[in-house]
């Protein structure tokens, strides 16, 4: 079992940014897929980004394409998501997700969940 916990959200102006961190516990992070996904007051958890084991491949949703880039260092056992460009429909509750045999945008693909940190980008 792994546990995870995001941080580095905060308030910031929009075309700013912000980088959160998902710092992983309990087992290696190297065998574990990360995704990170968001959901917004009164809407659902959509997905974000995600990163396979290795960090070889990278996929992203289409509104944060070009502006969030996922990275991971599986030897701090933390995956990290970049947000530049950050615009006011960015703002919502960032999660993580860590799965050790699925790699996707589906959300209910993956095991593990953190608790989730804000982001507020104001206009």
């Known amino acids: 079992q792994v546990q995870l916990v995001e941080s580095g959200g905060g308030l910031v102006q929009a075309e700013g940014s912000l980088r959160l961190s998902c710092a992983a516990s309990?087992?290696?992070?190297?065998?574990?897929?990360v995704g990170w996904f968001r959901q917004a007051p009164g809407k659902e958890r959509d997905f974000v980004a995600a990163?396979?084991?290795?960090?070889?491949?990278?996929t992203y949703a289409d509104s944060v394409k070009g502006r969030f880039t996922i990275s991971r260092d599986n030897v701090e056992n933390t995956v990290y998501l970049q947000m530049n460009s950050l615009k006011p429909e960015d703002t919502a509750v960032y999660y993580c997700?860590?799965?050790?045999?699925?790699?996707?945008?589906?959300?209910?693909?993956?095991?593990?969940w953190g608790q989730g940190t804000q982001v507020t980008v104001s206009s």
């Open positions: 997700a860590a799965d050790g045999g699925y790699y996707g945008t589906y959300i209910y693909g993956y095991r593990y």
């Open positions: 309990g087992r290696p992070f190297s065998g574990y897929a």
């Open positions: 990163i396979r084991r290795t960090g070889g491949d990278t």
